[in-house]
């Protein structure tokens, strides 16, 4: 068996060194307790904006308590105002919302199936009173104009179909025929 020499103090080591311990402990040690007072102000401003939200929350309880008592112990509330409108205001709010209730989809989505890709539409008119849109269209032949009134006939939210007029273009060289027609949309839900 060999003879190992174990030293377990370094001879590098001095004296002051010795005394005054590992440099890096010391910096070690700084940094933990840095970290420890940075925890301790964070929890405590954390208990303090969790206090000053109890109290908003609290504050507001008893203002929503209040309010709902407020009719039933006989306080009075502020009156609504009373809004009143002209007839010819009335008239218009209502034609507003004629036209906004007008259903869109259904009635583009019917003329759209009905077109087949043989009708060029230059105007859609609608009038909401009279449930009616007012198509301005083109076609190349009478054919396709008649198939076209057909199939809008047979459509689920189309109640009628009525030619109006036609007229063949004569200045153009593939001579269209410009029509018009009436449909009557259906207010019932298919």
Do not use: C
Not at 86 to 101: D, F, G, K, R, Y
């Amino acid at each position: 068996m060999a003879k190992i020499d174990l030293d377990f103090v370094s001879s590098e080591i001095t004296s002051q060194q010795f005394r005054m311990g590992n440099p890096r402990r010391r910096t070690g040690g700084v940094l933990a307790w840095f970290g420890v007072a940075a925890s301790l102000s964070l929890s405590v401003l954390l208990t303090i904006e969790l206090w000053t939200a109890g109290a908003v929350v609290t504050e507001l309880e008893t203002e929503y308590e209040n309010r709902a008592r407020a009719p039933a112990t006989g306080q009075q509330t502020k009156p609504i105002p009373e809004i009143t409108l002209s007839p010819a205001q009335v008239l218009a709010t209502n034609a507003s919302i004629e036209q906004l209730n007008i259903p869109w989809r259904s009635i583009f989505m019917a003329v759209e199936r009905a077109a087949a890709n043989k009708v060029a539409f230059l105007a859609l008119e609608p009038d909401a009173r009279k449930r009616t849109l007012r198509i301005t269209a083109e076609t190349k032949n009478v054919d396709a104009m008649l198939d076209f009134a057909t199939r809008l006939q047979a459509q689920a939210k189309v109640d009628a179909v009525k030619l109006l007029n036609h007229e063949v273009n004569t200045q153009d060289p593939n001579q269209p025929i410009r029509f018009q027609a009436d449909m009557q949309w259906s207010t019932s839900t298919p």
